[in-house]
C-alpha cells in the first residue's frame, strides 16, 4: 500500500544516501496498486515520457477527489509515478491545477540526482494528469 504524502516526506527527511533515496523511490512504485492491463493503452499513455509511463484520472466515487492510477515499465520511474499519485490523488481538479510535481522532487532534494529526460517525464505526468482532471470535473 502507497502510503500518503506526508508520509513519504517525512521518509525522505530521514534518507541522506542518494543511493539509498532512489532505493526508496523505487520501493514506492512497487506499493502501487496494479494496474489492469486494459488500462496500458495508448489513450493512458504520458507523452514525453522516456519510458512508458500510463496515468489514468478518475472520480473517487465517495466525492472525496480524484483517484490518480498508473504504471511504467521501469522501476525507478514507476517510483516517480507513485509520488504524483500520492501528491495529487484526493485533490480536486481546482486543487491539482495548483501543484506542480517538480515542486515535490525539489522538496525532496531530487533535483540533483534527476536527469532532465526525467523531470520532462515528471512534467509531462503532471501535463497529463492537470489535463485529464479538468475533463473528469
Not at 513519504?8 to 539509498?20: G, S, T, V, Y
Amino acid at each position: 500500500m502507497l502510503p500518503d504524502l506526508d508520509t513519504i516526506i517525512d521518509n525522505f527527511e530521514l534518507i541522506d544516501d542518494p543511493h539509498e533515496q532512489l532505493v526508496y523511490v523505487m520501493e514506492l512504485g512497487r506499493a502501487l496498486p496494479a494496474m489492469p492491463e486494459a488500462w496500458k493503452s495508448e489513450q493512458n499513455l504520458v507523452r514525453g515520457c522516456e519510458s512508458q509511463v500510463w496515468l489514468v484520472v478518475s472520480t473517487e466515487e465517495d466525492g472525496g477527489g480524484m483517484r490518480i492510477t498508473g504504471d511504467s515499465d521501469s522501476h525507478l520511474v514507476k517510483g516517480f509515478v507513485a509520488l504524483m499519485v500520492a501528491l495529487y490523488s484526493g485533490k480536486t481538479p481546482e486543487e491539482a491545477a495548483k501543484l506542480n510535481g517538480l515542486d515535490l522532487l525539489k522538496q525532496l532534494n531530487f533535483g540533483a540526482h534527476v536527469t532532465s529526460k526525467r523531470s520532462n517525464g515528471v512534467r509531462a505526468m503532471v501535463e497529463k494528469i492537470q489535463r485529464d482532471a479538468s475533463r473528469v470535473s
